[in-house]
């Protein structure tokens, strides 16, 4: 079971959320805060998570200070970034301090789902939405990045995984790419943990950048 706080100041948004990690027989929530310091008196009274799922804009502590503090005083606890931002700089800002994943709030259910279970994995994540956006900003922000062990396809990828590798890099979501290749969406996710294990990168970010540099995208 993955146990999961939720930090948001909407209680709209707390609501929805909860509601729909509660569908997954694997996910329960076990806190709710509407800023900073209200999720560290959770954890100080002992109510430790596995994943830590909040937003950036917060009355008081905002995310960006809560994800320095939570790594600081308790590192083992997964962060997903879930923000109206869509700017590249705050991608940027919430994993330096340590965050783990980031996701806009307009993504798809699937796509958060899959977004969770990848870093319970010990795995990095940034939504579809955002990996174009990325890709222009690489050059602005080189050390982000792993570069793949090589820049040639040298790893035994299948037309099929390159194929979906290319629409990664367009932006498609899981569900999009199931839909335009006519794929079930367990289908593409599976092909999309294999292109991350054959290429040893951890996160969509890298994968784009690998997809770049072997010439299979712009």
């Known amino acids: 079971m993955i146990n999961i706080i939720l930090a948001d100041d909407h209680d709209v948004v707390l609501t929805g959320l909860k509601l729909l990690i509660e569908s997954q ?60 931002e869509d700017d590249v700089s705050n991608i940027m800002k919430s994993f330096n301090l ?31 939405e955002m990996t174009l956006s990325i890709l222009s900003n690489l050059q602005k922000y080189p050390a982000t990045y792993q570069e793949p062990k090589q820049i040639v396809i040298e790893s035994g990828l299948t037309e099929r995984e390159i194929e979906i590798l290319r629409l990664i890099g367009e932006g498609y979501s899981n569900v ?35 997809a770049v540099n072997t010439g299979l995208i712009a």
């Open 25 to 84: 027989q694997d996910m329960m929530v076990v806190g709710e805060a509407k800023d900073g310091e209200a999720v560290l008196k959770i954890l100080e009274a002992g109510n430790l998570p596995d994943l830590l799922i909040t937003d950036l804009q917060m009355p008081g502590m905002d995310g960006f200070e809560l994800v320095a503090r939570v790594k600081d005083l308790y590192p083992s606890i997964k962060i997903i970034i879930l923000s109206m």
């Open 176 to 210: 999009e790419i199931a839909n335009k290749l006519f794929l079930s969406k367990r289908t593409v996710e599976g092909h999309r943990q294999r292109l991350l294990d054959k290429t040893s990168l951890k996160n969509t970010a890298s994968l784009i950048k690998y």
């Open 98 to 128: 340590g965050a783990n994943g980031y996701l806009t709030k307009n993504v798809d259910f699937d796509e958060l789902f899959f977004c969770i279970r990848q870093i319970m994995k010990g795995l990095q994540f940034v939504c579809a």
